[in-house]
């Protein structure tokens, strides 16, 4: 399975970025094999609207299953619900601490949008 963690790092030291759609990119994870791999989702950081359906798009088409970030939006969560991506929400820390927290079954899967569109 793999993780998409919002953050502006390549490495599991990395913070969680608070926000998903302009995230500057995403540590994808390979939760059995520990692999990672990084996902550049700069493109989308100055887009006036759209951008957290091309950020589900981007880690629907790298294979993430889950998401782990610290907010999402509306049209973001609609679009990785679609896709049958989990969201999980966490704010602060690194990634390799949210990621402990989810392989521990700490973050609770999150049924709706917890911020309005274009924060």
Known sequence: ???????PGPDLA???????????GFLLVDAESGA????????NLNLAQGAGIQSAMNVAKAGAQAVITG???PKAYAALSKGNIGVY????????????AYKRGELPVTNGPDKQGHW
């Open 71 to 73: 907010h999402v939006g």
């Open 1 to 7: 399975m793999k993780i998409a963690i919002s953050s």
């Open 36 to 43: 990672t791999e990084y996902v550049n989702n700069e493109q």
């Open 14 to 24: 990395a913070p969680v970025d608070p926000r998903f759609g302009r995230a500057s």
């Open 89 to 100: 929400l966490r704010e602060g820390g690194t990634a390799a601490e949210a990621l402990d």
